[in-house]
């Protein structure tokens, strides 16, 4: 099994995904699980409730039930790849969108795809075979590239999230950048960082239209960028993001056409359980929620023994941001 290479991950895929996120204004309602006991404490109790509470820093919080999710996925791999198990991609991009119809508010959780967790592992025949601490990318790749490696996936991201459950995802292949991009009819950006060495059209300062591939230089670029820093190129993937958002947004609430005709544009480069009727009338009925930013865990980068980066999150930065999104605190 390799390990993630920064020099060939394409991260860029964030902007394909999120950008379907404003047309994934869907999902099933999040579950808990199965019947569980009333339970207050620690992670494994938590695991074992049916009314889900936590008890931290003083305060007891409730498991909210009212709330919508999904797990988008951006893969290092083209649709037309061909996979086998375990050879199934890296999962670059990892965000949790999570829609609450209560506050008409939709929130995010951007993974670092370096972050190691808890990952399942698979054997040549497909069977789990157990758990390993691995970067969080590295779990689609014990899958096959389809429905097992999503799976595998949302399994990894639930775990890692203190398992709040995520039934629904959407894993979208890197080369959607542009054909998503053009759809909504480019997105126009500025500039910061001197990418003249990747066009000549992109130096500092400079408001730039970008389509086709073009897109995709913007947000996969990096050693030859600036610092040449992940974190530094995620920052120009967000500021990309609000930009290819905004417009997707005014594209559906202007026609609701434009879900379906997205959907059927996009699915050659995407596996997903939703429904696209579903899609549809949810993502319609969502369309003027407002979108907060989007919030990371708190954690350290260190180069690994492997020579292969690691992020390692505080796991009071994993708590309070799963509180903070999924539960509510309790009326005394």
Excluded: C
Excluded at 59 to 75: C, E, F, N, P, Q
Excluded at 266 to 271: F, S
Aim: proline residues 3%; without cysteine; negative net charge.
């Amino acid at each position: 099994m390799r390990f993630p290479s920064g020099k060939k991950a394409w991260i860029g895929i964030a902007a394909f995904v999120l950008a379907a996120a404003a047309v994934f204004l869907t999902v099933h309602l999040i579950e808990s699980g199965p019947e569980r006991e009333e339970t207050r404490g620690d992670l494994d109790q938590f695991r074992q409730s049916s009314e889900v509470l936590m008890e931290w820093n003083g305060v007891t919080y409730r498991l909210r039930k009212d709330l919508k999710s999904i797990l988008l996925v951006g893969v290092d791999n083209r649709s037309d790849a061909e996979t086998t198990m375990r050879i199934g991609g890296q999962a670059d991009f990892q965000r949790v969108i999570v829609i609450d119809p209560k506050y008409k508010k939709v929130y995010q959780i951007a993974l670092d795809r370096d972050t190691m967790a808890e990952v399942t592992t698979v054997s040549i025949l497909g069977n789990k075979t157990g758990t390993r601490t691995l970067q969080l990318s590295l779990a689609y790749s014990f899958g096959d590239g389809g429905a097992f490696s999503a799976k595998l996936q949302a399994e990894a991201v639930s775990r890692f999230l203190m398992d709040v459950k995520i039934s629904d995802y959407a894993v979208l292949s890197m080369d959607g950048i542009a054909v998503l991009n053009d759809l909504v009819g480019g997105v126009t950006v500025t500039v910061d960082d001197e990418m003249t060495s990747i066009d000549p059209t992109m130096t500092v300062g400079a408001r730039v239209t970008l389509t086709g591939e073009k897109a995709l230089k913007f947000v996969r670029a990096r050693m030859s960028v600036g610092e040449g820093t992940n974190v530094e190129r995620m920052g120009r993937q967000e500021s990309y993001l609000s930009e290819l958002l905004k417009t997707a947004k005014t594209k559906m609430s202007e026609n609701k056409s434009f879900i379906g005709q997205t959907y059927d544009a996009m699915l050659p480069h995407m596996v997903t359980n939703i429904p696209k009727g579903r899609l549809v009338n949810e993502a319609w009925a969502s369309r003027g929620y407002e979108w907060t930013d989007a919030v990371t865990i708190a954690g350290t980068h260190q180069v690994g023994e492997d020579g292969f980066m690691e992020f390692h999150p505080d796991p009071d930065s994993v708590r309070q941001v799963v509180l903070d999104i999924f539960f509510e605190p309790v009326a005394r």
